[in-house]
């Protein structure tokens, strides 16, 4: 099996393995009321183009290797990275379901009851959601080699990303105030002892 090949079919993997993780979590949150909606036309746009760049770009490129003059050769330390990625971005996507538990929500809400969780993987880090889709887009970029596929999640998440987590850190803090403030003060966005 070419390393091309073993990319893309450990991207479908990752891909698989998120959703099949998530399923029951949504299910889950589904049962438990929104006490604070801020899902509007500007967080729908911003889950469509990284749902873009996350799933339809590089999902197109897995099936049919268009856009083939952006096609590259992968190389063997580029594989391993990406294999590496896609590992921890599975581990991490589950540890940050896991401690969230109901409290999870795909977009902007609060939930009835809604409380802040800071243990488990959220004792270091605020957001290790997003840590994770990095770690997964990242993965993406090594795993497929195309200079469109490949980087298309980078930079669809990377917009959600810079776009969503200034309006996500002040709605945590309208809703939690100095709860929250004294957490952040702790605690790192994304990267530990970075970021």
């Known amino acids: ?5 073993a990319g893309k079919a450990l991207w ?5 393995t998120w959703y099949v993780l ?3 979590f949504a299910r889950r949150s589904k049962r438990t009321r929104i006490s604070r909606n801020a899902k509007g036309m500007a967080e729908r746009l911003r889950l469509a183009i990284s749902t873009i760049g996350l799933g339809i770009v590089p999902f197109i490129y897995v099936a049919t290797g268009w856009p ?8 063997p330390i580029p594989f391993l990275l990406g294999v590496l990625a896609a590992v921890g971005a599975v581990v991490l996507f589950r540890l940050t379901h896991k401690a969230l538990g109901r409290m999870w929500s795909v977009s902007l809400q609060l939930r009835e009851g809604h409380r802040l969780v800071t243990s488990g993987v959220y004792r270091t880090l605020r957001h290790p959601m997003y840590s994770a889709f990095w770690l997964m887009a990242l993965a993406q970029a090594l795993l497929l080699p195309n200079w469109v596929a490949g980087p298309a999640g980078l930079v669809g998440f990377g ?12 709605m945590m803090e309208e ?6 403030r004294a957490y952040r003060d702790r605690s790192w966005r994304i990267i530990p002892y970075i970021y």
């Open 1 to 5: 099996m070419s390393l091309v090949v």
């Open 12 to 16: 479908a993997v990752l891909v698989v």
């Open 22 to 24: 998530r399923v029951p």
């Open 68 to 75: 083939r003059f952006a096609s590259y050769r992968l190389e």
């Open 159 to 170: 917009l959600l990303f810079a776009s969503r987590i200034g309006p996500e850190e002040r």
């Open 175 to 180: 809703a939690f105030g100095d709860e929250y």
